[in-house]
């Protein structure tokens, strides 16, 4: 079965990058499906930010375009999550997912427990 | 972006049915497929995916958990309604993107 874990710094300052790593165990993220980052914010709002897919093409959510940013180390099995010029209100929960590639399927199967990353000074 | 509607609370008895509503913006619908999805979330975990394509239940889900609807409004349905069962319960829609989440159904107990 597909498991995934955040890790990465709990408190980040304002106007500084955010980075997550999502360690990914008991599938390949060169085979298939497409890993995601989503948040939830402390309003209980859930955001999907963007994936990368299995070849390691993105697409990112366009509210967020110019400040985020997916990669991937394919030897690590772990792919990466980065937010530039954050402000307090990038404060929230951020999840790694996957979706499957199946023809109009795009539903989140796999979840991490997820992170809380706090932005304050 | 596709907006996603949800009442932001559902009181009910246990074991009665408990019927979640989501209405979309617009159709997210595609010929007869239902692009339409529903995930339970509790306290400190991490969302679970409950039912796909608006009615077909993700694989570990108990029957009692059910979903309908197409075009712009979907329905979960929860009968009879245990009290494992609360949670919070959210739709998303992957009709295009960006996905998109609606705003959350917490589930309480009368």
């Known amino acids: 079965e597909v498991q995934l874990q955040e890790s990465g710094p709990g408190l980040v300052k304002p106007s500084q990058s955010l980075s997550l790593t999502c360690s990914v165990t008991?599938?390949?993220?060169?085979?298939?499906?497409?890993w995601n980052w989503i948040r939830k914010f402390p309003g209980n709002k859930l955001e999907w930010m963007g994936y990368?897919?299995?070849?390691?093409?993105?697409n990112y959510n366009p509210s967020l375009k110019s400040r985020i940013s997916i990669t991937r180390d394919t030897s690590k099995n772990q792919f990466f999550l980065q937010v530039n010029s954050v402000t307090t209100e990038d404060t929230a929960t951020y999840y790694c997912?996957?979706?499957?590639?199946?023809?109009?399927?795009?539903?989140?199967?796999?979840w991490g427990q997820g992170t809380l990353v706090t932005v304050s000074s | 972006d596709i907006v996603l509607t949800q009442s932001p609370v559902l009181a009910v008895s246990l074991g009665q049915r408990a019927t979640i509503s989501c209405r979309a913006s617009?159709?997210?619908?595609?010929?007869?497929?239902?692009?339409m999805h529903w995930y339970q979330q509790k306290p400190g975990q991490q969302p679970k995916l409950l039912i796909y394509?608006?009615?077909n239940l993700a694989s570990g889900i108990p029957a009692r958990f059910s979903g309908s609807g197409s075009g712009t409004d979907f329905t979960l349905t929860i009968d009879p309604v245990q009290a494992d069962d609360i949670a919070a319960y959210y739709c998303?829609?992957?009709?295009?993107?960006?996905?998109?989440f609606g705003s959350g159904t917490k589930l309480e107990i009368k």
């Open positions: 008991g599938y390949s993220i060169t085979s298939s499906y497409r």
């Open positions: 617009q159709s997210v619908s595609i010929s007869s497929i239902n692009l």
């Open positions: 998303q829609q992957s009709r295009e993107s960006p996905f998109t």
């Open positions: 990368i897919n299995s070849a390691g093409s993105t």
């Open positions: 997912a996957s979706i499957t590639t199946v023809v109009n399927g795009n539903w989140f199967a796999y």
């Open positions: 394509r608006a009615s």
